[in-house]
């Protein structure tokens, strides 16, 4: 197995620049869960210039100042068992907290464009316990409470971990972002659909390198927090200071 390297992504984002004049961005009023298998061909989605340090490939949001990303999302779940944070709309939604129709390739180039780096070492396995390696990131949540409360949270605020017949708040994760592997040729993030796991899975671009990631056990939703499966929400990443 092989590390996705950079320099492949920014070559082609050289290639998507070139054909930005192309370029006609559709509006998203899809649900996020109505969207093609990975497997399926997809077109590469050139990169926009918005505004001075602000660049849109799709619906992701790039900020070179902040070094963030933004894009829309939906809860997928809001009870039960967890093993990641965020898939794509036709990966492993069956034990994900969130799930977006923006594509792993995109983010993977988005993160590039910021300057992340993939791991050198990734891990051997998924579940394995050594600590992933990698960037360290923030993930805030951002979502509409009632009518018109807008409320931000960090990502971990709608979890909990449960051992030994008991429970505790996860609060804040060690989230780092480790890029991903190819293997044969193929971007493993992309035809898996896996974005940010919480039990350790070197495919995904993001890992939890907190205590317990190496647990499948442990993980669960914050019931009667996390609003009702479906709720629009926005996904925020960035580097950590």
Known sequence: MKNIKGTLFLLLA???ILDMSSYSRAQDTHDPGDTPFL??????TPIEKVSPGVFRIGNILINKETRSITFPALVNMDKGLLEYLLVYS???THESLLRTR???YNLQLAFLLLGFEGTDSPLA???SPEKPKGEPLEITIVYTKGEAQTVKINA???MVQRMDNTQKEVGKLDWV???SLVVDGQFLAQSEGSIAA???????LIDNASTGGESDEIWFVKEKTVPPAGTPVTVSIKAKK
């Open 14 to 16: 050289v290639f998507a």
């Open 39 to 44: 497997g399926q061909k997809q077109t590469a």
């Open 90 to 92: 036709s990966g492993k």
């Open 102 to 104: 923006v594509e792993p």
């Open 125 to 127: 396995y998924q579940g």
């Open 156 to 158: 971990g605020e709608w």
């Open 177 to 179: 972002f480790t890029g």
């Open 198 to 204: 919480i039990f350790h899975d070197p495919v995904a």
